[in-house]
């Protein structure tokens, strides 16, 4: 027992544990301090989204490296690792088809440079802000904050609007005015509205586009240019000053008519609304 402890303990093995010891605390420190400069130095340079490309990069890299260090310095076969190796990797490949499929999205995702961190985009009927970006998927942080995962291969296949990309956007409000409105009127009104609106960017100007002669109402689309960090506030103070200067210069919004006919006779049918009895 003693000469088994004795072997055990040897001042051979305790240098192998030392230099081990070292090599993972200098290696780790040296990634991190590394992946660190890296990220600063190119700071400037690069997107966010490229410079967390290129920090796990080098983290990886390193991990993989002292790990074949380590295995060199216990003197451990390094040609029999790689067969066995290459035999598992051949079991994984074939068991995780869809995760490399995901690898290989992301990589054009990354080149294609389509969004980045903190834009907000829309992937079918899901919207958010990006909020990572990793090898197998994105997630995107939601307005009433939660975090959704999406496969890269779900993102690469399927059509995705980025709304932020651009620093200014147009908001387009549908809107209906009764036939009997002078459109030259409606058309001046909707200007000043957004001329008169701070948030609204004079140009390129707003636009007043004619659409449909609808059922109750002419169809129109109105498009303000603004600012994309001011959505709410312009959409909700367009809004608002849309219906108030249509109250003032007493263009009324239509809603839809319905008129009833009995079917014995082909005349409409009165309806009269109930009233409560006093008691």
Known sequence: MDLGLSTFFSSETIDKFIRILFILIIGISSIHVVSYMVKRSLRKQL???????????????GYIGIVFIVIREMNYDLTALFGAAGV???????????????????????????????????????????YSIDLLSIKIKTFDNLLIRIPNQTVISTELINVTRFPIRRLDFLIGVAYKE??????????NVARNNPLCLEEPEPIVIFKDFGASSIDLTFGVWFEKS?????????????????????????????????HDTGKPVSVNPLTEEKS
């Open 230 to 262: 001011n959505y709410s506030a312009v959409k909700n103070s367009v809004f608002i000053e849309i219906k108030e200067a249509f109250e003032r210069e007493g263009i009324e919004i239509p809603f839809p008519h319905v008129r009833l006919y009995s």
């Open 88 to 130: 598992v990797g051949i079991v994984i490949g074939v068991a995780s088809q869809t995760s490399i499929g995901n690898i290989i999205s992301g990589l054009f995702l990354v080149s294609e440079k389509s969004f980045e961190l903190g834009d907000v985009v829309r992937l079918g009927d899901k919207s958010g802000t990006v």
């Open 182 to 191: 002078d459109l030259r009127k409606v058309k001046t009104v909707l200007e």
């Open 47 to 61: 997107s966010r989204q490229r410079m967390m490309l290129i920090s796990r990069t080098i983290v990886y890299t």
